[in-house]
């Protein structure tokens, strides 16, 4: 009886080590077990949250000129945390690419990735996803106080610009035929011909979009006409870091943390349009 209530004690220590994420109303429910998730446990012993992301877009995670992660998705690593270690600080981002991301995850070298990752069955085979962080889509970027705000006003006569592998743009297509539409490699391209006068209007990833528009002050997001949700992502049948993190997610959406957050990485750049 000793051995076994000694085992129990252990048990509830280890849980307890990991604090609970309080809920809306202020009460604080049973955390998942750390023993249940070597995710959880390892964030428990190493006492930081260990994250692994590209770095490769601005205004979602990137380096700045002095060496620290900033943009939405890093804010959202810091807030989880603070509510997994009680401190936004303790926190440690680590690059990954597309072809090594998943390989770190099943060698806990990171405990999620938070990055521009929707989901698909290919992923589903190696990770597990947790509620939407953020929902991408295809968007159009204009000039600020162009009088097209969405897709009903591209008409005959609009050139709309795109990149040929963007698939979204036969949706566009078939919402706005009268349009004329002009395609390029890649967006780097795009971009320099709508700045060139050669379009009034760039359609493309809003991610990518995001980032033209922080860069250049006279250009803004203002539409999104197709979805693509972002996610978390943890080891494939870690259900107790997925359920911990959704938790939080909840939580963070119910308080308006995770409306802040977007108010101030998107908000400036057209995102409530877009939103």
Request: net charge neutral.
């Amino acid at each position: 009886m000793q051995t076994h209530s000694m085992a129990v004690l252990a048990t509830l220590a280890i849980a307890l080590a990991l604090p609970g994420i309080a809920c809306a109303q202020g009460a604080v429910p049973a955390p998942s077990p750390a023993s249940a998730s070597p995710a959880l446990a390892g964030i428990q012993q190493r006492g930081k949250l260990l994250v692994g992301n590209k770095f490769g877009f601005p205004t979602f995670n990137f380096k700045s000129a002095a060496g620290v992660n900033e943009g939405y998705m890093a804010d959202l690593a810091r807030a989880l945390a603070k509510r997994m270690l009680g401190d936004e600080n303790k926190v440690e981002f680590r690059q990954t690419t597309d072809e090594t991301r998943f390989e770190m995850l099943a060698r806990h070298d990171i405990d999620m990735i938070i990055d521009v990752t929707p989901a698909s069955e290919e992923k589903l085979q190696h990770v597990d996803f947790s509620e939407e962080i953020f929902r991408s889509g295809s968007g159009l970027l204009v000039r600020k106080g162009s009088p097209i705000q969405g897709v009903a006003d591209l008409r005959q006569g609009t050139r709309v610009l795109y990149v040929t592998e963007n698939k979204d743009i036969d949706k566009l297509k078939a919402m706005a035929p009268e349009a004329t539409y002009i395609g390029f490699a890649d967006s780097r391209q795009a971009l320099a011909a709508l700045k060139a006068g050669q379009g009034e209007v760039f359609t493309q990833v809003v991610t990518h979009l995001y980032r033209a528009a922080s860069q250049d002050p006279h250009y803004v997001v203002v539409n999104r006409f197709t979805d693509k949700p972002y996610y978390l992502a943890v080891n494939k049948g870690d259900t107790a870091m997925r359920d911990q993190l959704n938790e939080a997610l909840r939580v963070m959406k119910a308080n308006g943390e995770f409306d802040a957050l977007f108010q101030k990485w998107f908000a400036p750049l057209g995102g409530n349009a877009a939103r």
